[in-house]
């Protein structure tokens, strides 16, 4: 429960961490994988590469400003628990989007 | 059992202090239980007037008290506020408040300021809902459903929908408290399974309230976004109206469950005190509950059969609809197994755990129905889904709730209540409660539609019989409001323990002091010791066990090794 006091050093690594990323999502939009690869789909290479980054992003956050990184077990089992919801919505969901064309 | 009167000397939370503001600033959690109780009252009014005019004007197959423009909003009221500002609330609000601190020996909630904000916070979303009404109303149903409340939003959607939003996060700082205060604050010796099931399924509750609220404020605010030309939902602009009801169900199938464990809890608390009986399967009960929290999430699509939803998406939630039923039967068998060969004490609070429990089965059965999809498609929309829930949040949780509520009323008031009146008025309650909503099962059967003020001719007869029933029901609700109130200046003063119960919460005085014990209360054996008291004493009213029975259930038959 104590306070964990994170030099200030850390943050500003993280930050920065977090703008190059930022750049990256951004540079990564304007190039287009179905042009430069041979298979068809090519393009959902784009959307793999921006939602990584994206999670990167988020995991950043949570265990450093978020703390979670100096935190009890207990804490990481409910931080885990809120990606695993969030995965639960997603998947469930799609399950609907991806499977709708099957019955024609 | 000490029959000490209660010391008059000794301030206890009520007699602390009576100014307006020691009680808008409290942070005592048992005040705090109380102005969630007062303003609950309140928004159960409300709602129910709704639906006292519903009920009128489906009285005649035509349109004689509202039109339909009208009609829709009473639907909306109805729904909006005795979901939002009542059921999710009740329990949870009022005697989770009251009670967890003291069933754990603690001295309050770990965060007593978050709770009170957590009262603000359900205040204000039900001022902004009830401006909503004044300044039209909505008329898109509880459940907000694209594109009545986006493109062909005609009304004061929005405005409800901010109010819903609002008090979303009342229920998020409740659960957080709640988590918190279970993890940090239980008594020396109060282990995890020495909890009372009570606790177990308010954790199961809080788990709900903080994974599931956030979306719903999500898919709130996704259309707050889409009117200012975003497209999500709306297919002229890209989105997808189903997604809609996925985000809202993520959130509003387990808002079923914030609605009952509650209650599940509640009724463990009353059978295994008025069967003078430990719980049978303690773990069990507790793990069901838990697992009624996970699985509640993974079976939304069961509401979106007809919506469109991909065939193969609705099988999986039918059958992961199927398994939830497992852990909610492991509650009611293990509750009647408490039952069997206890010494049943016949108490308002007793009857009122007896009702819940056939009418929470009834519900659940029928739920069942509706999570086959055939049967959905046949009856989907109609009024045997109204029946179903009903008998699940009426039947279940109001029952749990009016049966929790007398059973700690010594305890949160210091008076008894009148216990003539009391089942008096539980009778009717059960017995208007199912003539209301019993003929709505057939009438739902027969492909009368929910959510219209007009019908064909031949299903009047099952209408009056339902509008003759919530008549009975609605006075039925007056009856309690009114002794209990009155029982607060006139009742006979309560002793710690009048039901001689077992619980940590028995062992302070009627009503708590303001820190609730007078030292920190070590825990030496679970909530539920009752073969250890009741061999002690007999109370009055309560028949005797036949001698010789009772060891036959603690002590299995010797397997003969050959
Ligand atoms: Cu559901």
Redesign the interface.
């Known amino acids: 429960m104590s306070a964990h006091v994170v030099p200030i050093r850390v943050y500003m690594r993280v930050f920065a961490a977090l703008m190059v990323l930022f750049v990256l999502t951004v540079a990564i939009a304007f190039v287009d994988f179905q042009h430069l690869l041979p298979f068809t789909g090519a393009a959902i290479i784009n959307d793999i590469v921006a939602l990584l980054i994206a999670f990167s992003k988020a995991a950043l956050v949570i265990l450093f400003f978020m703390h979670v990184r100096y935190s009890s077990r207990?804490t990481w089992l409910f931080a885990i628990?809120?990606a695993v919801?969030l995965a639960?919505?997603l998947a469930?969901?799609l399950?609907?989007?991806?499977?709708?064309h099957?019955?024609t | 059992m000490s029959l000490a009167p209660l010391s008059l000397h000794k301030p206890n939370y009520l007699s602390v202090s009576n100014t307006l503001r020691s009680w808008l600033l409290t942070t005592d959690h048992k005040r705090i239980a109380i102005l969630f109780l007062i303003s609950i009252t309140f928004f159960f009014f409300i709602g129910g007037f709704a639906a006292v005019l519903m009920r009128l004007e489906l009285m005649t197959p035509h349109a004689d008290v509202v039109d339909k423009e009208a009609y829709n909003r009473l639907f909306t009221i109805h729904g909006v506020v005795l979901i939002f500002f009542f059921l999710v609330p009740s329990i949870p609000g009022v005697l989770g408040n009251f009670l967890i601190p003291i069933m754990i020996g603690a001295r309050d909630m770990a965060f007593p300021r978050l709770n009170l904000a957590s009262w603000y916070l359900y205040l204000i979303g039900g001022i902004i809902v009830l401006t909503s009404i004044l300044i039209g109303g909505a008329d898109t149903g509880w459940t907000f459903y694209t594109p009545y409340s986006s493109v062909y939003s005609n009304s004061a959607v929005f405005t409800m929908a901010v109010g819903v939003f609002v008090a979303g996060f009342s229920s998020i700082l409740t659960g957080l408290n709640f988590i918190v205060t279970t993890h940090t604050m239980r008594a020396p010796g109060m282990t995890w399974f020495r909890l009372p099931l009570f606790i177990w399924s308010h954790y199961a509750t809080a788990l709900i309230m903080i994974l599931g609220t956030p979306v719903l404020a999500i898919a709130v605010l996704m259309v707050a976004v889409e009117r200012m030309g975003v497209g999500i939902f709306d297919p002229a602009l890209g989105g997808d109206p189903i997604l809609f009801q996925h985000l809202f169900w993520f959130y509003s199938h387990p808002a079923v469950y914030i609605m009952v464990l509650p209650a599940f809890g509640v009724i463990s608390e009353l059978v295994t005190c008025f069967s003078r009986k430990r719980i049978f399967g303690y773990t069990f009960v507790a793990a069901a509950s838990l697992a009624i929290a996970v699985l509640g999430f993974l079976v939304w699509g069961h509401h979106m059969f007809v919506s469109g939803q991909s065939a193969y998406a609705s099988m999986v939630f039918s059958i992961i609809s199927f398994t939830i039923a497992v852990p909610s039967g492991i509650k009611v068998l293990n509750w009647t197994a408490t039952i069997y060969k206890g010494r049943v004490w016949l108490t308002t609070p007793m009857l009122y755990a007896f009702g819940f429990i056939g009418l929470f089965t009834i519900g659940g059965v029928t739920g069942l129905f509706l999570a086959a999809m055939a049967i959905d498609v046949h009856v989907h929309d109609t009024y045997f889904v109204i029946a179903h829930f009903h008998y699940i949040m009426v039947g279940g949780t109001v029952m749990a709730y009016l049966g929790g509520i007398h059973f700690w009323w010594p305890k949160m008031t210091g008076r008894m209540y009148p216990e003539g009146w009391a089942v008096f008025s539980a009778i009717l309650i059960f017995v208007g409660f199912n003539l209301t909503f019993f003929p709505q099962f057939l009438v739902g059967y027969l492909g009368m539609p929910r959510r219209y003020h007009i019908y064909p001719e031949e299903y009047q007869a099952l209408n009056i019989l339902s509008t003759a029933g919530a008549s009975i029901l609605g006075i039925g609700y007056l009856f309690p409001f009114t002794y209990l109130l009155w029982s607060l200046r006139r009742g006979p003063r309560a002793e710690s323990n009048p039901w001689d119960a077992a619980g940590l919460e028995w062992q302070t005085t009627s009503p708590p002091p303001t820190f609730n014990f007078e030292k920190t209360p070590i825990v030496t054996q679970e909530a539920y010791a009752y073969e250890l008291v009741s061999q002690e004493d007999d109370l009055p009213g309560r028949p005797n066990p036949t001698e010789g029975e009772i060891p036959v259930l603690d002590a299995p038959p010797q397997e003969d090794q050959p």
């Open positions: 207990l628990a809120g919801w639960i919505l469930l969901t399950s609907d989007y991806f499977t709708r099957w019955l």
